[in-house]
């Protein structure tokens, strides 16, 4: 049977005596989802229901989960009936699932009863599995990363670890929510009894983040996350709020008891309660979770899960699909001073593409005897003129970049001769019945509205600090100088928003080349459908 894009699988958990059958049971079911598994355990309350004990049983399968599945796969603990065994032990029913995703496929591990009356979004129709673990697996062992599950399984002595709370608070960026996420996440639902209070940072906050201009919008991200807690446990009040600084709502939030963290934000837990001291308001218990390994981390990346390493994969891929499939098939190429982007057109070239330089082209705009030319003389003067009647850029540029009125009259001008010059050019491939690729190399291309004429656009980026660095090495200036002309320019952010396709340089060059052919192989497939 083909995979499904959503199914749920009942866990019998009691049945499950060993870490390596549940291992099993858990992996069985990723091969028969392609995106996204809810989980839903059954056989709760167990004998020792602490919400330490829990909270393992969570942490370990969001392990099996991260180390076995494909990168990005979506696993969601239902956190429902572990909260009510806790809360309320003497009563035990199973909850329905409200699940934002209409559920394809129920996997089960027995036949004993059907749980499609507990579904609430599912396909009409819709079918069990039992997983049978010996007939599934046979020599499959070495997939199951079981022989150590993680540093989540080993906390240190907390007083937070099996107490509850009326009121708990977390923070975090949450960008490309992974298993890293979902298990802070659980850690404070499974240890709060009212509301869950969360902050997502935004602002300066995110800007001296790796690869920053990748992270989702803030309202994008607290939608995702709203999401995901209204499928896990929708019973609680949550309040998820875009935050600025460190603090946030502990800042001044007097009912809040209980603080979650990663190891990793600890120092960050101990400010916070100083500053709470420092106002009066009483000190927050503190609970930490450790990192999860990350399983599929590449050369460069770091050994845990973290968000910036999803965002260094995303670099080379599309992140948003083409705009249309024409023949020739037009990439825009922009980027900012001394992003890579020359040499990335360079690599695009190799590959087969027909490069169409609009730098070039806007040299040939200014020549004598174009209609563009006649604009400028008549607007400017001729005391922009050289010795051979033709325009001196250096005489121009003073009456431009002093003059933002002119600066744009110029770009008027200019940027619809060049654009009628690269139109020219795909027109004579037409006629020469190229049907391959043409990259429009434009530094300009989105500031001019040329991404208009492009089934997609490629933007070469690196971070400003970098920038600044590449262009006082090369054209021997300030540091003030080569400030003045990043930020003169589109910022990354800006042109992101547009990309199909990110490329960083920042990295070697080999690295670059990886992301260029990556892309290259996409657009190919695609061309070839």
Excluded at 188 to 202: E, F, H, M, N, Y
Aim: glycine share 6%; proline share 3%.
């Amino acid at each position: 049977m083909a995979p499904v894009n959503t199914g749920i699988l009942f866990l019998q958990f009691s049945s499950l005596v060993t870490p390596h059958a549940l291992s099993k049971i858990v992996l069985s079911a990723l091969q028969r989802v392609d995106k996204l598994l809810y989980i839903k355990v059954k056989g709760l309350p167990l004998s020792e229901a602490k919400v330490s004990t829990y909270n393992r049983i969570v942490n370990q399968l969001y392990n099996i989960s991260s180390r076995n599945a494909v990168d990005r796969f979506d696993t969601r603990i239902v956190l429902t009936d572990f909260r009510d065994s806790l809360i309320s032990p003497s009563v035990c029913v199973i909850n329905k699932l409200h699940a934002s995703h209409t559920i394809e496929t129920i996997l089960t591990t027995s036949l004993e009863s059907s749980y499609t009356e507990f579904l609430e979004n599912k396909r009409d129709g819709i079918r069990s599995e039992v997983l049978h673990i010996d007939s599934d697996f046979k020599d499959n062992d070495h997939h199951l990363g079981i022989e150590h599950q993680g540093k989540t399984q080993n906390h240190p002595p907390n007083s937070a670890e099996d107490s509850i709370y009326d009121h708990v608070v977390i923070g975090g960026t949450f960008d490309n929510l992974h298993s890293g996420h979902k298990m802070l996440i659980s850690a404070a639902i499974l240890r709060c009894k009212k509301s869950l209070t969360i902050g997502v940072t935004d602002g300066i906050m995110i800007k001296t983040k790796k690869l920053w201009e990748l992270i989702e919008p803030c309202q994008t991200r607290i939608k995702k996350l709203q999401e995901f807690l209204m499928d896990v446990e929708p019973r609680l009040q949550y309040k998820v709020v875009p935050i600025t600084d460190l603090y946030g709502p502990t800042a001044d939030d007097p009912a809040l008891q209980l603080l979650v963290v990663s190891e990793e934000t600890q120092k960050g837990g101990m400010k916070i309660n100083q500053l709470r001291q420092e106002k009066g308001l009483s000190k927050l218990d503190i609970y930490s979770i450790s990192v999860i390994d990350d399983n599929h981390a590449g050369a460069g990346e770091e050994n845990k899960i973290s968000s910036s390493s999803f965002r260094k994969r995303l670099l080379g891929t599309h992140i948003k699909p083409p705009k249309f499939k024409n023949k020739p098939y037009v990439i825009g190429l922009t980027g900012g001073i001394a992003s890579g982007k020359t040499t990335i057109s360079k690599r695009l070239k190799d590959l087969g593409a027909h490069i169409i330089s609009c730098d070039h082209l806007g040299h040939l705009a200014y020549k004598s005897g174009t209609e563009c030319y006649r604009q400028m003389v008549d607007y400017f003067g001729v005391g922009i003129l050289n010795e051979e009647n033709e325009i001196d850029r250096k005489k121009l540029g003073p009456l431009v970049f002093s003059n933002k009125d002119h600066l744009e009259s110029l770009n008027n001008m200019v940027w619809p001769e060049i654009r009628r010059l690269y139109n020219k050019e795909i027109n004579e491939l037409k006629k020469q019945n190229f049907e391959g690729v043409i990259v429009l190399d434009a530094a300009i291309l989105l500031e001019a509205g040329w991404q208009e004429d492009c089934a997609e656009v490629w933007v070469a980026t690196i971070p400003k600090d970098e920038a600044v660095k590449r262009i006082v090495e090369r054209d021997h200036i300030t540091v003030e100088q080569a400030t003045r002309r990043v930020e003169s320019q589109l910022s990354n952010s800006d042109r992101v928003a547009s990309a199909n396709v990110v490329i960083s340089s920042i990295w070697e060059p080999e690295v670059t080349a990886t992301q260029v052919l990556k892309a290259w192989q996409y657009v190919q497939e695609f061309l070839a459908k």
